[in-house]
Structure formats: C-alpha cells, structure tokens
C-alpha cells in the first residue's frame, strides 16, 4: 500500500464529484500519505473470510466472558 | 459543603435541590453569575439562556414543592456541545453552514438527561462539526483555558471542558471520535468519560465517523460521570448501533475499593517521548494507585501506530461522506483546516477504507488478548500539557496534520478499538496547567475505570481545584 499521488489524488477526487487543483491535490497527500504509511503492514494481509462485523462479535463476545 | 452552589460537583448538587437545602432557582443563579463572570475570558458559551432557565427553575421548585421530582437530577441545570439536537433549538454544530438550523427531534441522550429533571442553560462553544483537537474555531472564536487563557482547551469538545473546569455548569455531554471528550478533560483538569461503541445512543447527535463516534459526559468527578452514564446509556430503537447489553449500577461501582486490582502500565508507545512533566505524573499517580492497594504491571501491547493509521482512514472517508453534498456546494462556508481535512477523505479508495474497517476485530481481539491479565490500563492522554493558542494555530498550512496527529497520539486507536477511556486530572505543571491521565478498559467495563478513577479521587484533590479569574 503506497501512498497516493497528488496526480493520482486529483483523478479519484473528481471521480468522487469533488474536484480539487494540483495545489490541494498535493495538500491532501501529504496530509493523509502518513497514514497508508502506517497502515501499510495491514493492508493487504487480511484473510478471505473477515467482514467488517467481526468487530461487533469481538466487542459482545468479552461482555458475556 | 460551598456556600456557592455552581462549586458544588453535579452528584452534591442534586441531592441539596432534593433535600431543599438549596433551590433549582439559587443553583441556576449561582451558575449564571459564573457565566457571567467567565464566558468574556473564556467564550465557552454559544448561547446563554438566562430567562428560560430561571423560568425552568422556578417550575422545578413548584413541582419538587408539590412532591413531583422528575427524577435524579431535577432542577440541575447543564450546558452541552452545541451538536446535541434539542427540538426547536438552533444548533449550530460549531460551523457557519448551521448556523442556522433549527432541531426537529431531541437527540436521545439529551432527552434521558431531560427526563431525569435537567434544565438548559444554554449551548457550548465546540469545534466545527467536531473535527479538531485543538479548540480553535474560525466561525465563533477560539475557546479559552480557564487554567492559562492563552492556552486551548483541546476540542473538539472545548466549550465543555472549558465550561466544566470554571464551574459554570455541573457537567456537559461531549463526543469522542479520536479524542474529543479525553483531550479536554486533559487540557482542562476535569473528569471525562469516552464511552464504549456503541453504550450511549447517537441518535440525534451529529454525525463525524459512524463507525467511530461515542457520546460521553464531562464533569467534575468519576462519580458524576457515573451518574450521567447510568442515565444515559442502554438501547435505543432510533439507534440500533446502541447496544441492549445490561446497564450496571455504576455508581455502586464507584464506591468500591480498588485494593487487588491489576492496572498496567504499557512498555512502549504511550510512555515514548513525553513531555518531562507528564511523565512525572504518569509516575505519581501510578504510586497513588499502587497505595491504594492496586498492583500495577507492565504489559506489552499490540503495535499502536497502525491502529492510529486505521483510525485515520476510516474518519477522514466516514467525514467526507457526511459532508460531501455540503463540500460540493458550499466549501467556501468551511473553516480552512476543517475543510482541508474533509478534503482528505476524497483521496481514500474504497478498499483501503474496507481493509480499515475489516480489521478492526482481530485488532480489538490482539489488544484484549494483550490486556488479559489486568483490570485496566493506565497511559497519559497526551504527551503534553495544553499548548498556547498561538503555536496550535496551524489551520491548513503543511504542518497542521503533524500537529494534529501528535495532539491525538495516545486517543486514537482507543476509537479505533471502540473500548472505554476515562480520563482524569492527575496533576499540574509547575506553571499551573492540568495534565490528565485515561484509564482504558474493556468493552462495555466502563464500571471498573468509574471505581478506578473514583478511588484516585477519594485519595488526591486535583479534582476539586478551582481555576480563579485572572
């Protein structure tokens, strides 16, 4: 997981129907590329079978522990 | 007890208006008089309702004279973030493009707080639509440390930690996403509880991150925080993500000692690069906790850096979602670091935002595992004491993000993870600030960090320190 472009910022934003210039396209990417830095060790490992709920059967499962 | 109502914790204060040692009247007056005094140095206040809550008042010592208590806090009167939906109430959500807007429904929270007797000030100052660490707000003006005024607050829920440090109301409902509730209670040396995902109904309060978002209080004590979250929390069909687990006796909780508990203290992360000073009263107060019959222990959790880069991922998207009608429409209406911060989310693809939010389990899952063998963990909320105004005001410049993060190290990934976090005044600085410490638990034991934090209160008075008008 790299982190995105200002090039590649400014083409997912106006796909988005949000448009921004190269000045805040080059903004935003160093404002959020630290955090595909950070997450980059996840991303990309997870297995087939984890939905997004197995937060909620992880939380509920220590209540009745 | 103080001759001076408004000094009084929420706790004390209803029980002297039901035992009619002091009317809703006088305790409404003594509160107005302090916002009176303060709300020029301070600008927690959105609105100040004076009229209508001497009016309340009176009506809730007519009913508690004819023997009709609405319930547990009648006749208190309280201020909340200004995100709190109160029907035919403005609420302004801290922004300009709300300024206007006028409440249909109660938000749920506020509601079983109402039926419970409270009565409304007015409405508290907050960052704009709640995405800031730091308290500063280009729309209504930065809110004031009562501790140093040239200090912040913390945000985003500044108006209440400014407003509960001065003692201008009892308690004041915050929200936590990535620190909300546990940055001001920090900055501004009052109690404040970042509760589970999912104990407190949403509904009716706005919305940051769906998936992150918690309401919670801030007031003067543990207890007090236990009195509001035993009001407050349980289900709620307006919200299905408010979960129908049992709701404890929390304020029993907070009578118990903690002699025999295990309370850990993290080898690495929050107790890397900490300001000399915080790191002195992380020491003090786990020798506080250690005499009052606590063992304390080291534990090694799971990497945190990555749960901050997850939580990152999923507000910035949950955030531009909410607001991108309004982003498309009316970006000129947003302050600059707030809208350069919605603008971020617009460069999250739509699976590395699915990738955040799938491993949110197995990441709650390692992080239980690691904390099996302790009752809680301790850390500090943030490396530092509060900042001056001044060198926090980075708005949209390249720096801010750095700013930002480094404010919201130590409370993210607690929203990442959806577990409970009280924070609680441990100390001052030697130039007078307050630096707070968060207690973080298990899913849904909100009730072990209420007795924690109670019994550290029982045993130090940081708590009860009053900041004087300069």
Redesign the interface.
Known sequence: ?TR?TPK??KA??DV???P?DAE??A??????G??????A????T?PFD???????????A??ST | MSAEPALLSLTEVAQAIAQKRFSSREVTKSCLDRIAQWQPRLNAFLAIEADEALAAADAADAALAKGSARGALHGVPLAHKDMYYDAGKIVTCGSKIRREFVATSTSTALQRLKDAGTIRLGSLQMVEFAYGPTGHNTHYGAVHNPWGLDHITGGSSSGSGSAVAARLTFAALGSDTGGSIRMPAHFCGVTGLKT???RISRAGAMPLSQSLDTVGPLARTAEDCALLLGLMAGADPKDPTA?A?PVPDYMAATRESITGLTIGVPSAFYVDDLDPEVERILDETISVLKREGANIVQVELP?Q??L???A??VV?VEASAFH?RW??ERPQDYGPQVL??L??G????GV?Y?????????A??AF?AAVAGVDAVIAPVAPVAAPTLAESDVG?S?D??SVI?RLTRFTRPINYL?LPSLAIPSGFTKNGLPVGMQLIG???DEAMLLRIGAAFQRATDFHERVPEPA
């Open positions: 997981m995105p590649g910022i997912i934003a988005a129907g949000v921004v805040v396209a903004r935003i990417a160093n404002s959020i630290p955090a595909f830095e950070g997450f060790a996840v991303a990309g997870l984890l939905e997004p709920a197995s937060f909620l059967v992880v939380q509920t220590k209540v | 589970t995902y999912g979960t687990e990497d850096r990555q901050t880069a997850a990152q991922l910035a991108k982003l498309i350069m911060r603008q971020n617009l460069a999250i693809p590395s699915l990738e955040a939010m799938r491993w949110r389990g197995p709650l899952a239980l949209n390249p801010a993000e993060q959806g298990r899913s849904f």
